[in-house]
């Protein structure tokens, strides 16, 4: 897996549910949003099980120090979809969003998908600059019962 500057991306494991959890519900909270564990963010809320539809679940680390994660799902059978991104604050900068979005795709790449979906919303400027870094096209929006306001789309093949 590729490192960073003192960041290594490992697979995330059901002890790291509540690191995960801390710092998504934080970042969520500070934009206004509310966590929700058991319904629109449950793959936050069971991070780490080994669930149907899971295709990789990974966290960046700064030495033993989860600083963010991203996961992979089956959003259908050819395409994927990334939820769950998020990179502690104090830890911006350091490439643990890139190497986490890298790693992801190269997952993708290896279940053979098509290509991957991801929501977000407006005020995640600096992750819509990644996504777009990366080649992701915006595409038409989700439908509003999602939670997000936008949709992005990378293709694979």
């Known amino acids: 897996m590729e490192e960073g500057i003192d960041i290594k991306i490992r697979d995330g494991f059901l002890l790291d549910g509540e690191a995960v959890r801390r710092i998504a519900f934080s970042i969520m909270k500070s934009y ?7 319904g629109l963010d449950i793959e936050l ?13 990974l966290v960046a680390c700064k030495g033993s120090k989860i600083v963010g994660s991203i996961i992979l799902k ?10 769950g991104f998020y990179i502690d604050s104090k830890y911006r900068g350091l490439r643990a969003g890139h190497l986490l979005l ?3 795709i190269n ?26 870094k990366f080649g992701w096209k915006q595409i038409e929006d989700p439908p509003k019962s999602s939670g997000a306001q936008r949709r992005y789309y990378l293709r694979l093949k």
């Open 102 to 104: 890298s790693e992801a």
């Open 32 to 38: 206004g949003m509310d966590p929700d564990p058991d």
């Open 107 to 132: 997952r993708a790449k290896i279940a053979r998908l098509d290509g991957i979906y991801l929501d977000t919303w407006d005020k995640m400027e600096t992750a819509i600059w990644i996504y777009k």
């Open 74 to 83: 089956y959003q259908s059978p050819n395409d994927g979809k990334i939820t």
């Open 45 to 57: 809320g069971h991070f780490g099980e080994n669930y149907i539809g899971a295709v990789a679940q």
